[in-house]
């Protein structure tokens, strides 16, 4: 069989036959295509159709619009704690944080321990320590001592070292 079609492009010796069995491959590989991406579709088509289950496309536009703006809120106000965090920790160092109290009976005198040492420590173990003294013919004797980074200015009494020690300790049993 003659084919002034085949013989133009140069496969006018090819058997038509050949030429039939290499198009119904390549038919049959296309179906296979055909049907490989309409599964794919299908897949997708599902996947989409699930995401826009109950929504317009404007409400979801909106819903995503809506998302964004409570995502910068979010930042604006995570950043705002964060400095605030950072303040209320400088600010913190500068508290009495720790805090010893040894009462006392400064005469040994029945009475029940009116006397009493106060020590009060910033972060640093910067503070004071008050000594108030309860005196036999009930008169009240106050005195305050400067302790700097956890050592007193001056010597101090049993109980006032009690105290600064139960003030030193309290970070510990935090």
Known sequence: ????????????TLDPGILFIVLFALVIILVVLLIITNGKFRKLERKYNKFMKGKEADSLEDEIVGLFHDNRMIRAENEKNRKDIIDINRRMNNTFQKIGLQKY???????????FALCMLDENDNGFLLNSVHSTDGLNY?????????????????EEKKALDLALESTSRR
């Open 1 to 12: 069989m003659e084919s002034n079609i085949l013989n133009a492009i140069g496969l006018g």
């Open 105 to 115: 009976d400064a005469f040994n005198q029945s009475g029940g321990k009116l006397s």
């Open 142 to 158: 106050s005195y305050a001592k400067d302790i700097h980074a956890g050592i007193a200015d001056v010597e101090l009494s049993g």
